[in-house]
């Protein structure tokens, strides 16, 4: 799925896009970064409730291409700063953390 | 072992008297409890080809020695059935991994025994040494020093560091890459370890495996950061078949090494458990991402971790 796919939805918001073109292959969910290092796949989508700078790190280190936070939650100024540096995607859902897995997982299958 | 070689390990032994018994030793030593049988202990011996074993209770704590003597005395005397307990050394004589090799020397010339269990501060039994240890351990440094004689000041000086996998000498004239880790602030977690993964994707080398060399990296980083309280040093050697990580920081120290590469164990604040660090995966993620681990830490010294990654 292209990120753009992704960016239609009104269930997501962009924070920042490296390009919407950036393919999402996989997806994981979760908010301990050593388990996130341990399973993520690479060209993936992250969901977490994490919003601070070090998310860009582990993300940049095990290939996930897009982190998605659900509604409620704001990313820190730092942290965009920080993706635009290592060309990871940033967006905001409009719903709970569950419905957003629901949606990319239901567009990922359907491929 | 016969009188001249005797003279001669005294001699050679000589040069290397300050080292640490710690760094000699076999670690961990294979241990017993007292409630072990002889014949369970004879297995063991004849499987591992050791001659003796340091019988501990709880927590590694010393009680006594079993050896293949003791091992005979029971073969005259008793029942293969007995418990270890009865028929072993309570006397046992120790050297401190602290000793040095000279104190192993006028031990081992006080008492002629095989083998002397290695204790730490806790009173942990934390390996044994023998004679062969002291040879072997002697032959690879001689070995190393042959081939790289003109730095000969430079290793007895401990400038650089020999393999605790391998036993070579990981050189620091030929460190591929190297980054020091600023421990002020959080959230440069990780800043280290994308370096190094950009680094070694500009050498080319297989994107498997630097995405295990740099999950392990950003572990260890993260560990420095957030639990050393020192800076630290990353150092990555890229070898023909291997790639080689040290990280190494000056700070607290482990305590007790086992109990912190047990998955879930961690001593993280709440305020960075907050931010999803302290889920007691980072050391086990260091063991299963690299092919060879050792841990090195010294309380109030420091941590070494170094790894190997087979390419
Ligand atoms: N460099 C170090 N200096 C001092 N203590 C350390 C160091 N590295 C690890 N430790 C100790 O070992 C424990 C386990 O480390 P480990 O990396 O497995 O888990 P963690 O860092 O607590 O959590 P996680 O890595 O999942 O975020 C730590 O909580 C800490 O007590
Ligand atoms: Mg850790």
């Known amino acids: 799925m292209k990120i753009s796919e992704l960016i239609k939805d009104k269930n ?24 996130i290092m341990r399973n993520a796949p690479g060209e993936s989508v992250w969901l977490t409730h994490q919003t601070h700078p070090n998310i860009i790190a582990v993300a940049s280190i ?4 897009t982190i998605i936070i659900p509604e409620g939650f704001e990313f820190e100024s730092e942290t965009i700063k920080k993706a635009k540096e290592n060309n990871i995607n940033l967006l905001k859902s409009r719903c709970n953390i569950f419905k957003a897995a629901g949606i990319i997982y239901t567009k990922l299958i359907e491929e | 072992m016969t009188p001249e070689s005797n003279k001669l390990l005294e001699k050679i032994s000589q040069f290397f008297s300050n080292i640490r018994i710690g760094e000699i030793m076999t670690s961990p030593a294979i241990v017993v409890t007292p409630e072990t049988s002889i014949k369970q202990v004879k297995n063991i011996m004849k499987i591992k080809k050791i001659s003796g074993l340091p019988v501990v209770k709880r927590g590694l704590k010393l009680t006594g020695i079993i050896s293949i003597e003791d091992i005979i005395k029971v073969l005259e005397n008793g029942k293969l059935e007995d418990s270890v307990e009865r028929w072993m050394t309570k006397d046992v004589k120790i050297l401190y991994e602290e000793n040095t090799l000279s104190d192993f020397m006028s031990i081992s010339q006080k008492y ?7 204790i730490n501060n806790e009173n942990k039994v934390i390996g044994i040494i023998t004679k062969y240890d002291v040879i ?11 081939i790289h004689d003109d730095r000969r000041k430079k290793i007895l000086e401990r400038e650089e560091y020999t393999s605790r996998l391998t036993g070579e000498l990981l050189d ?30 500009k050498k080319g080398i297989d994107e498997k495996l630097i995405r295990k060399v740099s999950i392990s ?41 086992e109990m912190a590469m047990q998955e879930g164990f961690s001593t993280a604040s709440e305020e960075v ?38 390419k």
């Open chain 2, 112 to 118: 002629k025994f095989g083998r002397y269990p290695v």
């Open chain 1, 12 to 35: 997501f918001e962009k924070v920042y896009i490296v390009d919407d073109a950036i393919n999402i292959k996989n997806g994981y969910i979760g908010d301990l970064l050593s388990e």
């Open chain 2, 136 to 146: 072997s351990w002697l032959f690879e440094k001689l070995g190393t020093m042959y």
């Open chain 1, 62 to 65: 095990v290939e996930i291409n």
């Open chain 2, 273 to 310: 458990r907050s931010q999803g660090f302290g889920a007691g995966m980072g050391l086990p993620n260091m063991k299963r991402f690299s092919d060879k681990m050792t841990i090195i830490s010294e309380v109030g010294k420091g941590v070494i971790i170094e790894m190997l990654f087979y």
């Open chain 2, 217 to 257: 990296t950003y572990e260890a980083e993260a560990n420095v950061v957030i639990h050393s309280e020192s800076y630290g040093k990353i150092f990555c050697w890229d070898f023909e078949d291997s790639i080689r990580l040290l990280i190494k920081d000056y700070g607290k120290g482990i305590e007790n090494v």
């Open chain 2, 172 to 201: 620091n004239k030929k460190i591929s890459f190297d980054f020091d880790i600023d421990y002020t602030e959080i959230q440069r977690i990780g800043t280290g370890a994308t370096k190094l993964k950009s680094f070694l994707k």
